[in-house]
């Protein structure tokens, strides 16, 4: 028998001693267990917070390739401790997978300014050759296709085989469906629509509260058409070459042009295209006019160029943008409805233990939760019920009383933009542009 295996023995004659669990996690992780590790690391946890343990959890969740987890976590329990050395690694890490390498960049100096210690040179090196600021420097003197080929190396994904398409996203049949007829359907069959001399691409601008589906349903888009795909942000444009901020979003557009069919997701649009009037800095507002510039299909070519804006805050979108040949098509993300709920409870669970779920029951509880707050409910159940199941020493089902125990842990988030919207709806609809919400906010169910 080996250390470890002693050790389990003995904890499973004292499973509420945390010292010994934890001990048993540290040999776990050193032996490459790292499902094992973070399950016990995880009852410690429970027993109680402390940092440490937090952090060998993480170190879990990174080896077991669960960024998006782990990156939640630290964003989480950054809040008040900025200066946390080893949670700004860790999102490094999640930074580097996510291809995000400014980002990573800037989470490894904060970490080892913060902590010399935590100095890793070949990470550091793996970084930097990825940082477009890197490759940029290499470019001067470079031809203008040579500047293409760089810009192809990091801002387009070509969906893979695992990207998510419209079967992976619940509910939400109108956007669906207006997405299908007014998107894919012309980007799959050009010819069909040059017949009526109408052209496939254009934009669609998502708005609705946080966490209801804009990202998943563009990136859902972007898989049904099998397209290019670029996500783009203001830290991309404003970051990438200091004071060009306008070349960098003409950059990423030309690009996109170049590897069509592409779809450019432009998240949080408010904080590119929004209103000139509102802002401060001449700066802000040319960037809103190259926007405008890109986006004019009269000015560029845009055939079987889509592209898709998402915003919490639609009312600080210059309206400009929403002038034909722009972001003509507006969809209202609105929260799930009932069976929408159903769907996206039955999504999440699908890979876990279940037993005799009632989905109609929980779903009818879940009036104005998001689908990012319905994807928690099922994270907090499975989580609950592991830390039964490792005490037990077996694998236990989730029930429809694990679901229901984790709701009343889970609040609804998108009552604050409701009410927001519901102001804007009612005093400035002059357009229109909010009667879903209206329509929504009288039929919510
Ligand atoms: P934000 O405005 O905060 O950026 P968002 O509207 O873009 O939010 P997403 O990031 O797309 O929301 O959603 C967050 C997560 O919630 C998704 O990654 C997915 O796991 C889950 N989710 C949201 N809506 C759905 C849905 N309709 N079906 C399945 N999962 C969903």
């Given at each position: 028998m080996d250390e470890l295996e002693i050790l389990i023995n003995a904890l499973s004659v004292s499973p509420e001693n945390s010292v010994l669990r934890k001990h048993v996690a540290e040999l776990q992780f050193k032996k490459g267990l790292f499902e094992e590790a973070l399950l016990n690391f995880n009852i410690v946890l429970a027993e109680e917070f402390n940092f440490e343990t937090l952090e060998c959890k993480l170190n879990c969740l990174v080896s077991l390739e669960r960024f998006d987890e782990a990156k939640t976590i630290v964003d989480e329990e950054m809040d008040p401790e900025e200066n946390w050395a080893n949670g700004h690694v860790i999102l490094s890490k999640c930074f580097f997978?996510?291809?995000?390498?400014?980002?990573?960049?800037?989470?490894?100096?904060?970490?080892?300014?913060?902590?010399?210690?935590?100095?890793?040179?070949?990470?550091?090196?793996?970084?930097?050759?990825?940082?477009?600021?890197?490759?940029?420097?290499?470019?001067?003197?470079?031809?203008?296709?040579?500047?293409?080929?760089?810009?192809?190396?990091?801002?387009?994904?070509?969906?893979?085989?695992?990207?998510?398409?419209?079967?992976?996203?619940?509910?939400?049949?109108?956007?669906?469906?207006?997405?299908?007829?007014?998107?894919?359907?012309?980007?799959?069959?050009p010819e069909f629509f040059k017949a009526y001399g109408k052209k496939a691409g254009g934009g669609i601008l998502l708005y609705g509260p946080p966490g209801c589906g804009k990202t998943f349903m563009a990136q859902a888009t972007a898989g049904e058409c099998n397209a290019n795909f670029t996500n783009i942000s203001i830290t991309d444009i404003l970051d990438m070459y200091i004071g060009e901020s306008e070349?960098?979003?003409?950059?990423?557009?030309?690009?996109?042009?170049?590897?069509?069919?592409?779809?450019?997701?432009?998240d949080e649009i408010d904080a590119i295209g929004g209103k000139r009037q509102s802002m401060s800095s001449s700066a802000s507002r040319s960037l809103t006019n190259q926007l405008l510039v890109e986006m004019d299909s009269t000015q560029s070519d845009n055939e079987n160029l889509l592209v898709i804006g998402a915003t919490n805050t639609p009312w600080q979108v210059d309206s400009a943008l929403r002038r034909p040949g722009r972001f003509d098509r507006i969809l209202f993300i609105q929260p799930p409805d009932f069976k929408a709920r159903v769907e996206i409870l039955k999504l999440h669970l699908k890979d876990k233990p279940c037993e005799n779920i009632d989905y109609e029951r929980i779903a009818k509880?879940?009036?104005?939760?998001?689908?990012?707050?319905?994807?928690?409910?099922?994270?907090?159940?499975?989580?609950?019920?592991?830390?039964?199941?490792?005490?037990?020493?077996?694998i236990l089902p989730i029930t429809t009383k694990d679901l229901n125990d984790a709701v009343k842990q889970v609040k609804p988030s998108t009552i604050e933009w409701l009410n927001t919207a519901k102001n804007y709806a009612t005093y400035s609809n002059q357009s229109g542009i909010y009667d879903e919400v209206i329509e929504y906010l009288k039929s919510a169910d």
């Open positions: 997978h996510n291809k995000e390498y400014k980002n990573a960049l800037k989470s490894y100096e904060k970490a080892v300014e913060l902590l010399p210690e935590l100095k890793d040179d070949e990470f550091y090196k793996k970084i930097k050759e990825f940082d477009p600021r890197e490759k940029l420097r290499e470019l001067q003197g470079n031809t203008v296709e040579e500047e293409h080929e760089v810009y192809s190396d990091f801002s387009m994904d070509k969906p893979k085989g695992n990207m998510i398409t419209f079967s992976d996203v619940g509910g939400m049949e109108k956007a669906k469906e207006s997405i299908n007829i007014n998107i894919i359907f012309p980007l799959k069959n070349k960098n979003l003409h950059s990423i557009f030309e690009n996109a042009r170049r590897y069509k069919p592409a779809v450019i997701f432009i509880k879940l009036v104005k939760y998001s689908g990012a707050d319905i994807k928690a409910i099922c994270d907090v159940a499975s989580e609950n019920v592991i830390k039964i199941a490792m005490a037990k020493g077996k």
